[in-house]
């Protein structure tokens, strides 16, 4: 790993109720991401709060197979950080309840960003908002029954440019009791594409004064963290496709929020340790070396981004089926091949185009929520964990 130029940003601890993170970065929930061995992976660069993958409230109450493993964290993980989703109040706080009550967690965050259809047509994620009394409801139930762990709530702007929640929204849940606030600043129609709308951080940042507000939106790197700190004068920040493939931007946030000279410029090697790494932990969390290959895959194109690795070596990779073929795999490269430089730096993972946003029948006709839209929505919600 190489140093380059200093950074200027020296901030102070970044308080969540109770706990207390020196460097102010979350970890951003993703579905099929963010399992314990990423998490634990992604600590062993850097610092900071790592969310857990999604977790369907419904699914956690009712002790599904799946949900419970994905809560299970490595006895290294020493702040346990769960999001959960639903759309139901008494769910949620049913799901909040268990957390707390057999000590599960000591963080919870509420999904209100996520803009994928299966979710946002039932209502969730980066729709619900805009029923704000259901909004309010479930908030304010998950807080109640957090009691000291601290509660937060992450988002997005809103459905689309028309139907913008997050002023809102966010004012309901300071109202509410959360910790903090995180947005990711685009709206559910906006995707992941284009440029995250950095003034919308700083807006809410000026509208929510007595809890932190976390922004997220195109950190590739810690430089453009510290730009967004800069621009928008947020709390603190939240990383999600910008870590793909590259655990080490945690290294790289920590120095920078520390005011050190440091960025990860890895070697090949370096590079094909890390994803032997990941794919080791996975073995561990599955609990099965043929399901961890068939989960590391997805990762390929992440972590050799820029690299001098062929075709046909990456869809070997792409392909792999034991530890043994991928060791095999990963000695066939130059361990000293260096950094890329730009051409491993930037965007990563799904960007698209914009969409429209897959709703509930007539979900836009009103901010309230009439009896049998609630009625629907609870008998709507998916029972998996995990997206």
Same mark, same amino acid.
């Given at each position: 790993?190489?140093?380059?130029?200093?950074?200027?940003?020296?901030?102070?601890?970044?308080?969540?109720?109770?706990?207390?993170?020196?460097?102010?970065?979350?970890?951003?929930?993703?579905?099929?991401?963010?399992?314990?061995?990423?998490?634990?992976?992604?600590?062993?660069?850097?610092?900071?709060?790592?969310?857990?993958?999604?977790?369907?409230?419904?699914?956690?109450?009712?002790?599904?197979?799946?949900?419970?493993?994905?809560?299970?964290?490595?006895?290294?993980?020493?702040?346990?950080?769960?999001?959960?989703?639903?759309?139901?109040?008494?769910?949620v706080s049913e799901a909040v309840t268990m957390l707390?009550?057999?000590?599960?967690?000591?963080?919870?965050?509420?999904?209100?960003?996520?803009?994928?259809?299966?979710?946002?047509?039932? $209502?969730?994620? /980066? =729709?619900?908002?805009?029923?704000?009394? @259901?909004?309010? %409801?479930?908030?304010?139930?998950? &807080?109640?029954? !957090?009691?000291?762990?601290?509660?937060?709530?992450?988002?997005?702007?809103?459905?689309?440019?028309?139907?913008?929640?997050?002023?809102?929204?966010?004012?309901?849940?300071?109202?509410?009791?959360?910790?903090?606030?995180?947005?990711?600043?685009?709206?559910?129609?906006?995707?992941?594409?284009?440029?995250?709308?950095?003034?919308?951080?700083?807006?809410?940042?000026?509208?929510?004064?007595?809890?932190?507000?976390?922004?997220?939106?195109?950190?590739?790197?810690?430089?453009?963290?510290?730009?967004?700190?800069?621009?928008?004068?947020?709390?603190?920040?939240?990383?999600?496709?910008?870590?793909?493939?590259?655990?080490?931007?945690? $290294?790289?946030? /920590? =120095?920078?929020?520390?005011?050190?000279? @440091?960025?990860? %410029?890895?070697?090949?090697?370096? &590079?094909?340790? !890390?994803?032997?790494?990941?794919?080791?932990?996975?073995?561990?969390?599955?609990?099965?070396?043929?399901?961890?290959?068939?989960?590391?895959?997805?990762?390929?194109?992440?972590?050799?981004?820029?690299?001098?690795?062929?075709?046909?070596?990456?869809?070997?990779?792409?392909?792999?089926?034991?530890?043994?073929?991928?060791?095999?795999?990963?000695?066939?490269?130059?361990?000293?091949?260096?950094?890329?430089?730009?051409?491993?730096?930037?965007?990563?993972?799904?960007?698209?185009?914009?969409?429209?946003?897959?709703?509930?029948?007539?979900?836009?006709?009103?901010?309230?929520?009439?009896?049998?839209?609630?009625?629907?929505?609870?008998?709507?919600?998916?029972?998996?964990?995990?997206?």
């Open positions: 790993m190489n140093t380059s130029t200093p950074t200027q940003n020296l901030m102070a601890p970044l308080r969540i109720g109770d706990i207390e993170l020196d460097v102010p970065v979350v970890l951003a929930p993703m579905a099929g991401i963010t399992n314990t061995a990423f998490r634990r992976l992604c600590r062993e660069y850097g610092a900071g709060l790592y969310v857990s993958e999604m977790i369907t409230s419904r699914a956690l109450v009712e002790r599904t197979t799946e949900s419970m493993r994905l809560i299970t964290h490595h006895e290294t993980e020493k702040t346990r950080s769960i999001q959960l989703y639903g759309v139901d109040p008494k769910t707390v009550a057999e000590d599960r967690a000591d963080h919870i965050d509420l999904n209100f960003g996520c803009p994928v259809p299966k979710v946002t047509r039932k $209502g969730g994620g /980066a =729709a619900l908002p805009w029923k704000i009394t @259901l909004f309010r %409801e479930i908030v304010e139930a998950a &807080v109640s029954a !957090a009691g000291t762990i601290p509660l937060t709530v992450k988002m997005r702007k809103g459905i689309d440019s028309d139907h913008l929640t997050y002023l809102e929204a966010g004012r309901v849940a300071e109202g509410a009791g959360v910790a903090a606030i995180a947005l990711h600043a685009r709206t559910a129609a906006d995707y992941y594409s284009g440029h995250a709308d950095w003034a919308a951080i700083e807006t809410l940042k000026n509208t929510i004064t007595s809890v932190p507000v976390l922004g997220n939106g195109d950190i590739w790197s810690a430089a453009d963290a510290l730009r967004m700190v800069d621009e928008t004068g947020c709390d603190g920040v939240v990383v999600g496709r910008g870590c793909l493939g590259r655990p080490w931007l945690f $290294g790289d946030l /920590a =120095a920078a929020f520390r005011g050190d000279v @440091l960025k990860a %410029e890895p070697t090949l090697g370096q &590079v094909a340790d !890390a994803f032997r790494r990941h794919a080791e932990l996975l073995t561990e969390f599955f609990e099965s070396e043929e399901r961890a290959c068939r989960d590391i895959r997805k990762h390929v194109a992440w972590y050799f981004k820029g690299y001098p690795v062929g075709g046909d070596l990456r869809a070997s990779l792409a392909s792999v089926v034991s530890l043994e073929q991928l060791d095999e795999l990963l000695a066939t490269m130059d361990p000293d091949q260096p950094y890329p430089g730009i051409g491993a730096e930037g965007q990563r993972g799904r960007a698209g185009s914009p969409k429209k946003t897959s709703l509930p029948e007539r979900w836009l006709d009103s901010r309230e929520i009439a009896g049998a839209e609630r009625s629907n929505l609870t008998e709507g919600e998916g029972d998996t964990s995990g997206g």
